[in-house]
């Protein structure tokens, strides 16, 4: 068989105008992903016992207790001649010089000055605090872009810069049934617009919702805002009131409102606003994720900060 006629490639591709051969110069943001083991335990030595307790519940049992951590770190920079940002074994050795190296089979408060609780500049070792001062000591050798860190896959703290803000982010869930049809328009109608969607008596989904707030991270207490506070106020505010119901029918603001994924996503974020206004954070984003194939996201905060970390994004759900 005469294999088919092909027009030969140029020896040597010119480039576009002002670029040069393997991407030089061109920017780009990568990633990589570092885990470790270490304990901690909360504990401000100016709180009576009751009061530990009150405000950090189970954290304060002594010794303490531990979370396999996992480490997100996006990077950018200019291509360089070998068409990379930087050399990966460099950036792997700096995570492990500098982080995982320290911190792996360690206890926080023990592995790092800044969370000596006995010093008055102390603080306790949260996921938002922690991955500040990873920050701190990654930005000297590698150009970060954003840092993630996951103390579980229902916990995790973003940090975009060397300021003191972070965003936290809690993952919960909630079983519900919905109905997609207007009420106004007939069954075809219906049909046509929403297809399977709008079948009569509904179908349901369990529904994955991210919950993530903004705020400037406290110098002792090391949180944004009262994590077992915000907790409760997605449970008392949406978990509650939402799982295992007919939204059509059992949420008022469904009964004139279509609950699409991006309605119910919508209607968290209004409830949740001012309540984690009040709470001291700002929130910052809602994802609903209604199947493993769809997921709606409302930046709630206005004007929108946009999607500041977004580079972790990609790897979220990996
Ligand atoms: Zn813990
Ligand atoms: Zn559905």
Redesign the pocket.
């Known amino acids: 068989m005469t294999p088919p006629v092909m027009a030969a490639p140029p020896a040597n591709p010119a480039p576009a105008t002002g670029l040069r051969p393997h991407g030089q110069g061109r920017p780009c943001v990568i990633t990589r992903r570092a885990t470790f083991s270490a304990s901690?335990r909360y504990w401000l030595p100016e709180l009576s016992a009751e009061e530990n307790q009150a405000r950090f519940g189970a954290?304060t049992i002594a010794p303490g207790?531990g979370?396999n951590y996992e480490l997100i770190v996006a990077m950018g920079g200019g291509l360089d001649a070998d068409g990379m940002v930087l050399n990966l074994s460099d950036v792997k050795h700096a995570i492990r010089d500098q982080v995982t190296g320290q911190l792996d089979f360690r206890c926080l408060n023990e592995a790092w000055p800044e969370f000596d609780l006995s010093r008055p500049e102390g603080t306790l070792p949260t996921t938002e605090a922690l991955v500040h001062a990873i920050w701190t000591r990654l930005a000297p050798h590698l150009p970060l872009m954003g840092l993630r860190l996951y103390?579980t896959d229902k916990l995790w703290a973003d940090v975009v810069g060397d300021s003191m803000e972070a965003f936290l982010t809690i993952r919960t869930h909630f079983a519900a049934a919905h109905r997609l049809a207007r009420p106004e328009l007939s069954q075809e109608q219906n049909d046509s617009i929403y297809g399977k969607c709008a079948r009569p008596h509904g179908h349901g989904h369990n529904y994955l919702l991210d919950v993530t707030v903004r705020g400037s991270i406290d110098p002792r207490t090391g949180m944004v805002c009262d994590l077992a506070a915000l907790q409760h106020l997605v449970d008392d505010l949406v978990v509650e009131p939402f799982d295992h119901t007919f939204l059509n029918k059992d949420v008022e603001h469904f009964a004139t409102t279509v609950p699409t994924a991006e309605n119910i996503a919508l209607h968290i974020a209004d409830l949740l606003s001012e309540p984690v206004a009040a709470a001291g954070a700002a929130l910052h984003k809602v994802r609903l994720q209604e199947s493993p194939n769809n997921a709606a996201e409302v930046f709630a905060e206005v004007p929108q900060l946009g999607m500041r970390p977004h580079a972790l994004e990609a790897l979220a759900g990996a």
């Open positions: 901690h954290c207790h979370h103390e």
